[in-house]
Every structure is written in C-alpha cells, then in structure tokens.
C-alpha cells in the first residue's frame, strides 16, 4: 500500500477556488487508481472524482461535474483536486485514496487512504 498525505484545503468563501494536493510514498504510484471523497458532518463518505494510473479515464460524482477536476502527475507521485465555484454545500472532509487495479467509484473497493483536508465554505 501507498501512503497518503492531503494537504490544500481551509477556509474560503463561495465562489472561490482550491486545490488540493496528495502525495504518495512508494514506488508504486504510477500502478494505482486514485480517487477523491468526502464527507460532511453527519453525513457518509461520497465519492467525489477518481482517475486511472494513466490519467486516460477520470470520474465525477454529479455534484461536482464541471467545477472539479482530478488530474495526476506520476513523476510527483502527486494527485490534485481543483475545485472551482466553491458552494457551502462542499464543505466536508476530503479524502485521498488510492488502489492497485482499474478505476473505479466505490470507496470499498479503496484501501489506502489519507487522513483527510478540511474544507470549509462560508457563504
């Protein structure tokens, strides 16, 4: 397993922007899907993007289409979330996770995991 340390977020007012940096120890970063999710108090873990180990295939959670965007850099061991258009309704705890094998959405089918970057969105 790789591990996993989110950094990026805080606190911002709506409509402001953030992205949100994991890296990767290991070598073996370049083999795994990755994948944002978060969770907001009370309420469970949501996916929110995951992409390929090539970067060829990325997901997105219908809340957040056209505002985030999931990319990589494998030479970094690095995977970014850029958030646009932030809404009070985005403020949770992101998570970082990643997985040997195809991409996919399912959080259960994750199993290294970060410790989570809070970001928090003032109206």
């Known amino acids: 397993q790789v591990q996993l340390v989110e950094s990026g977020g805080g606190l911002v007012q709506a409509r402001d922007s953030l992205r949100l940096s994991c890296v990767a120890s290991?070598?073996?970063?370049?083999?795994?899907?990755m994948g944002w999710f978060r969770q907001a108090p009370g309420k469970e873990r949501e996916f929110v993007a995951a992409?390929?180990?090539?970067?060829?295939?990325?997901y997105y959670a219908d809340s957040v289409k056209g505002r985030f965007t999931i990319s990589r850099d494998n030479a970094k061991n690095t995977v970014y979330l850029q958030i646009n258009g932030l809404k009070p309704t985005d403020t949770a705890v992101y998570y970082c996770?990643?997985?040997?094998?195809?991409?996919?959405?399912?959080?259960?089918?994750?199993?290294?995991w970060g410790q989570g970057t809070q970001v928090t969105v003032s109206s």
């Open positions: 290991g070598r073996t970063f370049g083999s795994y899907a």
């Open positions: 996770a990643g997985r040997l094998g195809l991409v996919t959405t399912n959080h259960a089918d994750f199993n290294s």
């Open positions: 992409i390929s180990w090539s970067s060829s295939t990325t």
